[in-house]
């Protein structure tokens, strides 16, 4: 009886609110949520656990010792990535990330991925900009992964000292040192002898990777891999 009362109250909210894609707009089949099954279809998937992306290695390559950098998808200016983004980060669809956490990691366990990863850790946000958005868009898509990577999610195991300052003007060893001890490891161990995937949602410069990859590999993981939402070319 419960269920049925459920879904007539849904059915009466998607009257007034109708449950549309974030790509296309068109209303969403019952059950499905955020992206109809052809925009998932079509999402522009890198590949790049298959198939190296070479712009994506070159940012923190030599900088870092990393074992993969793993990218679900490209970044087109007012592409879907770019809606959908949106939506996670500045329209309070933080279950967005976890949808998204759950496909990548599924592609991944199917291309052999699990023994890769035994911990999934968010880049954390300071908790000022934590307290002012609610909830750190990257841990959604951390816990999707580790669902479907059979992996533990860690969303605690790093603290942000301080808020990121303006980059702009700044080169890219400034940005770095800029950045450096911007991230801890929270308690000495956590990490240790882990194999660690460290997730953000869109890798740019790679100046935040590189300094949160600072902090994880000062707490002795037994490797280090990047795992990104999304990424320009
Ligand atoms: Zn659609």
């Known amino acids: 009886m419960a269920s049925q009362q459920d879904s007539l109250l849904n059915d009466f909210v998607s009257l007034f ?6 790509g296309c707009d068109e209303a969403l089949p019952r059950g499905v949520r955020f992206v109809c099954p052809s925009c998932q279809l079509e999402l522009p998937k890198t590949g790049n656990h298959k198939i190296e992306v070479p712009e994506f290695e070159q940012k923190l390559r030599n900088l870092i010792e990393f074992k993969h950098v793993l990218v ?59 307290r002012k958005r609610g909830y750190n868009q990257s841990e959604g898509f951390a816990k999707g992964l580790a669902e479907a990577l059979s992996a533990e999610c860690l969303p605690d195991a ?34 240790s002898a882990r194999k660690v995937l460290l997730v953000d949602d869109v890798l740019t410069t790679g100046s935040t990777l590189l300094s949160c990859g600072e902090a994880v590999l000062r707490a002795k993981p037994a490797s280090l891999s990047f795992g990104l939402i999304a990424a320009a070319r």
């Open 72 to 130: 679900y998808m490209h970044f087109h200016k007012q592409g879907i990535v770019q809606k959908l983004m949106h939506e996670l980060k500045y329209n309070h669809k933080p279950e967005i990330g976890e949808l998204l956490g759950r496909w990548y990691g599924a592609e991944l366990a199917d291309a052999g991925y699990q023994e890769e990863f035994d911990c999934v850790v968010p880049v954390p946000l300071h908790k000022s900009k934590l």
């Open 158 to 191: 790093l603290i942000r000292n301080r808020a990121n300052q303006t980059q702009t003007r700044k080169n890219r060893l400034e940005r770095w040192e800029n950045v450096e001890r911007l991230f801890e490891p929270k308690e000495k161990g956590v990490l």
């Open 17 to 22: 609110f109708p449950n549309t894609c974030v």
